[in-house]
């Protein structure tokens, strides 16, 4: 049988299990959506079988023809989408974008700046147990007292330091980014600016975040958070000599093989990203994220920095005296999924930490707004209230939650919705 189902059950009864769960239950790590079953069917294809090292035009390989027509599609769509002069498209994930711009641009021993973990951002950017943080002399900063990004402090860093590289960007940071201000400084330092605008990819495709690509040197970014696309990597950047670097660095530097069956759902994606209703579901996104963070707060919980320019929220769950690890098993009981978080000097070690991270940009692709997302409000506050109460958390309330969110899902199925 060619069928999965037929063919290897164990592996099917797993895939169809996490359908289920994907359609059943809300979405609200900030770092997934539900990419469209047109990227879906591009990752599904026969591309996934051409070996195709080197660049569209100047490939190792034979037969590359018709990938050379997919791998220059993506480039010229995301291009537009960013206003970039030169994109690679080939990073496995962001991740391997990261290292690539490492890679072009240092020498290992070499001094990085990047913002902190705990403050919010990547391994990838400086942290101890990553190669960023083992093969760099790799510094940090993080957030003032009012929760935002202490440029202030970033400055001071960089002009005593000299870092060959400075990072913006961050996988848990809820505000606007103030890019110029990361530029003015690498200028001070002498460094170079990379922005890895990773989470807020598809906020700056349709101008619901100002574009790094005026200020930064290189930016990177992963195509499946709020650009929606497949799971990967992209690096862009205005500069022609830096551009040879990268892609020097991405193949054959860091890489073998690209993704063929990968380059084209991007290349899908980014013809979503640029067509008007991509520009409507990101207004939704955050307009929707803004809704969760009031009624949270009127629920008695902390937004770190005070609310949400994004797609994202750090909720400080310490107001409650509840733990991140018990919030996040606790919705997950009730069919809402996310993920536990530090929050600025948690006192809880990481296995437990004092908050939770939650983002919109899912739900709203399965068609929730702002009047869902003030429900899903509501439903967060009824378990946190009960988990207030006991840390064991009420099953009953849990049951309850769990049928509203049914509910909500069923009304709004993933896959029975067109994206476009
Ligand atoms: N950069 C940022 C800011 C991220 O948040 C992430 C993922 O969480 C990455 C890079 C890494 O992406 P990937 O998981 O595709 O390697």
Avoid at 111 to 137: C, E, N, V
Wanted: hydrophobic share 45%; glycine share 10%.
């Amino acid at each position: 049988a060619q069928d999965i189902a037929a063919f290897d059950p164990a592996l099917w009864t797993a895939l169809e299990a996490e359908r289920h769960r994907q359609e059943d239950q809300i979405e609200l790590i900030a770092s997934e959506n539900h990419a469209s079953q047109r990227v879906m069917q591009a990752q599904g294809s026969v591309l996934t079988n051409k070996y195709a090292e080197g660049y569209p035009g100047k490939r190792y390989y034979g037969g590359c023809a018709h990938v050379d027509v997919v791998e220059q599609l993506a480039i010229d769509r995301l291009k537009q989408l960013f206003g970039a002069q030169y994109a690679n498209v080939q990073p496995h994930s962001g991740a391997q974008a990261n290292g690539a711009v490492k890679l072009a641009l240092l020498q290992p021993g070499d001094t990085i700046l990047g913002m902190s973990l705990d403050a919010g951002g990547h391994l990838t950017h400086g942290a101890r147990p990553a190669l960023s943080g083992k093969w760099f002399r790799a510094l940090a900063y993080g957030l003032g007292a009012d929760g935002r990004i202490d440029y202030d402090r970033v400055e001071e860093l960089a002009l005593a330091e000299k870092p060959k590289l400075i990072i913006a960007g961050a996988s848990a940071y809820s505000r606007v980014i103030d890019f110029a201000r990361f530029r003015a400084i690498a200028d001070k330092a002498g460094a170079w600016l990379l922005v890895d605008m990773a989470h807020i990819a598809g906020l700056v495709a349709t101008g619901h975040h100002p574009s790094p690509m005026p200020h930064a040197h290189v930016v990177t970014s992963t195509t499946h958070k709020t650009l929606r696309g497949p799971r990967g990597g992209i690096i862009l950047t205005n500069d022609a000599d830096l551009a040879k670097k990268i892609n020097a660095a991405v193949f054959p530097g860091l890489q073998g093989g690209p993704l063929m069956h990968v380059i084209a759902a991007k290349a899908v994606a980014f013809l979503e990203a640029l067509q008007p209703s991509f520009k409507d579901y990101i207004g939704n996104v955050v307009a929707s994220s803004a809704a969760l963070a009031e009624v949270l707060v009127a629920r008695g919980a902390a937004i770190v920095s005070g609310g949400t320019d994004n797609h994202l929220m750090l909720v400080d769950l310490r107001p409650l005296g509840v733990k991140g690890n018990a919030a996040a098993e606790a919705l997950e009981r009730a069919g809402i999924t996310c993920n536990k978080n530090g929050v600025p000097d948690d006192p809880e070690k990481p296995a437990v930490t004092s908050g939770i991270r939650l983002g919109t940009a899912a739900g709203c692709s399965r068609g929730f707004g702002v009047e869902e997302f003030r429900q899903i409000g509501g439903l967060i506050g009824d378990v946190l209230d009960a988990l207030r109460k006991s840390p064991e958390g009420d099953a009953a309330v849990e049951a309850r939650v769990r049928e509203q969110v049914l509910q909500l899902c069923r009304r709004s199925p993933i896959y029975g919705a067109d994206h476009a």
